[in-house]
Antibody, heavy 119, light 107 residues
Framework: QVQLQESGPGLVKPSETLSLTCTVS????????WNWIRQPPGKGLEWIGY???????SYNPSLNSRVTMSVDTSKNQFSLQVTSVTAADTAVYYC?????????????WGQGTLVTVSS | DIQMTQSPFSLSASVGARVTITCRAS??????LNWYQQKPGKAPKRLIY???SLQSGVPSRFSGSGSGTDFTLTISSLQPEDFAAYYC?????????FGGGTKVEIK
C-alpha cells in the first residue's frame, strides 16, 4: 500500500520561502508523477505542479515563477519550495500521486500539512 | 485554463435520498473527469475516475456519468457516512483544475 507523508515547518514568515518534503513508502518514486496540491482554509483545491523521477516538472502558471520542485530518488522523496510567500499562501499542502492511467487521477494522497504564513 | 463549475455549492438532504451533483467544464475534456470526496480534516479520496469508473472499494451507490463538458456524480441512496464535500477535477489539460466543491449536509 502506497503511503505519502508531508513534512516541514508549519509557520513561515512573509517574504520567506516555504519548503516541504513528501516521503513515499510502499512503492517506488520511479513511476508516475508526484504532485503538490493546496487548499486554503475553508476553500477549494489548487494544483501546484508535478515532478517525475527524472526531474521533469510542470507547474501551475498561477504560481510558476515562485515554485520549484525537486526529487531525491535515493530517499523516495520529492520536495516543494515556494518563494516570497504571503498570507495568501496559507493553506493545507497535500502531496499526491497521479497515475499514468485511470484518467490521470490522483489515487494516493498524503494526510496534508497546514502551513501558516505569518510574522 | 479549463474552468470547472460545480453546482450546487451546497445541498441538504436526508438519509436515503438520491443526490446529484453536476460539474461543467469550460471546454471539451472528453472523459478526463475525476471525482473526489473530502471529509473534514482529511485528504480528498478518489471516488470516480474517467467520468464513470468506480474506484475499488467505493460503494456502488456512487456513480458518475457524462462526457465532453457536462458531468454528474450521483449518490443513489445517501448514507450517514456520505456527508462530506465533493470535488470534480479535470485531467485533460494542464494546469489541472478542480471544481469549487459541493458540500453535502444532513437535513
Amino acid at each position: 500500500q502506497v503511503q505519502l507523508q508531508e513534512s516541514g515547518p508549519g509557520l513561515v514568515k512573509p517574504s520567506e520561502t516555504l519548503s516541504l518534503t513528501c516521503t513515499v513508502s510502499g512503492g517506488s518514486i520511479n513511476t508516475y508523477s508526484w504532485n503538490w496540491i493546496r487548499q486554503p482554509p475553508g476553500k477549494g483545491l489548487e494544483w501546484i505542479g508535478y515532478i517525475y523521477h527524472t526531474g521533469r516538472t510542470s507547474y501551475n502558471p498561477s504560481l510558476n515563477s515562485r515554485v520549484t520542485m525537486s526529487v531525491d530518488t535515493s530517499k523516495n522523496q520529492f520536495s516543494l519550495q515556494v518563494t516570497s510567500v504571503t498570507a495568501a499562501d496559507t493553506a493545507v499542502y497535500y502531496c499526491a500521486r497521479k497515475c499514468g492511467s485511470d484518467s490521470y487521477s490522483f489515487d494516493y494522497w498524503g494526510q496534508g500539512t497546514l502551513v501558516t504564513v505569518s510574522s | 485554463d479549463i474552468q470547472m463549475t460545480q453546482s450546487p455549492f451546497s445541498l441538504s438532504a436526508s438519509v436515503g435520498a438520491r443526490v446529484t451533483i453536476t460539474c461543467r467544464a469550460s471546454q471539451n475534456i472528453t472523459s478526463f473527469l475525476n471525482w473526489y470526496q473530502q471529509k473534514p480534516g482529511k485528504a480528498p479520496k478518489r471516488l470516480i475516475y474517467g467520468a464513470s469508473s468506480l474506484q475499488s472499494g467505493v460503494p456502488s451507490r456512487f456513480s458518475g456519468s457524462g462526457s465532453g463538458t457536462d458531468f454528474t456524480l450521483t449518490i443513489s441512496s445517501l448514507q450517514p457516512e456520505d456527508f462530506a464535500a465533493y470535488y470534480c477535477q479535470q485531467s485533460y489539460k494542464s494546469p489541472l483544475t478542480f471544481g469549487g466543491g459541493t458540500k453535502v449536509e444532513i437535513k
